[in-house]
């Protein structure tokens, strides 16, 4: 007598069964995780306690869509928002998730996906420039987050713990920064506490492109 092969249905019902146990463990875990005194969000992938903000963690705010936002970017015209390209001109579109960037000259044009605030009071619109390029930027709790979590360190070395990832741009705002992030999972999502937040690939092609001086406009 041949030996029968076990039937493809017996397969599929061994991996949904694994599928459900996975998603059991995880909502286990979800169970069990921290939040950010600061936001308020609950922290995914938290390292430990006293967790610096976006920095090794994302932030879910459970009131709003936080999908990504990819399929909605777009090229865009700059005319609308800007009126010269002087020093070029960065569009960040807080809706699309998207940064734009155009040159002086209009010849170069990028469109990079971004992470945003996780909450409206911690947004910010408006015009602005780029007063501060850093490669290796260092971090520390603006006061406000020190006086609420005493707990946090007062100085985040440059490296793979760091908020700012590897190259971060100062904006005329106080505290406001377009930075890289060492957490991919943040990019598409409303994840950060205020900044704007890039892929570290893409604001090291952006930190090339601009200069002191190049406007910035949050909508």
Request: proline fraction near 8%; charged fraction near 20%.
């Amino acid at each position: 007598m041949r030996p029968t092969t076990p039937p493809a249905l017996d397969r599929r019902a061994f991996l949904a069964t694994s599928v459900a146990l996975g998603a059991a463990g995880l909502a286990t875990t979800a169970a069990a995780q921290a939040v950010d005194p600061y936001t308020g969000q609950p922290l995914s992938g938290v390292p430990g306690a006293g967790a610096t903000p976006d920095a090794g963690v994302v932030q879910y705010d459970s009131q709003q869509d936080s999908r990504r936002n990819i399929s909605s970017f777009r090229v865009q015209d700059w005319r609308p928002y800007f009126s010269d390209l002087t020093n070029g001109a960065v569009l960040v579109d807080l809706t699309s998730r998207a940064l734009s960037y155009w040159s002086e000259d209009g010849a170069t044009f990028r469109l990079f996906p971004t992470s945003i605030p996780v909450s409206e009071d911690l947004t910010r619109r408006g015009r602005t420039e780029i007063i501060k390029k850093v490669v290796g930027p260092t971090w520390s709790p603006t006061p406000d987050m020190k006086k609420r979590n005493p707990e946090w360190p007062d100085f985040v070395p440059a490296g793979p713990d760091n908020p700012l990832g590897t190259h971060a741009l100062w904006l005329s705002w106080q505290y406001y920064r377009i930075h890289g992030t060492h957490d991919t999972r943040k990019i598409g999502r409303k994840s950060s506490n205020g900044c704007i937040g890039l892929y570290n690939e893409h604001i090291q092609q952006l930190f090339d492109l601009t200069k002191i001086g190049t406007q910035v406009l949050l909508i």
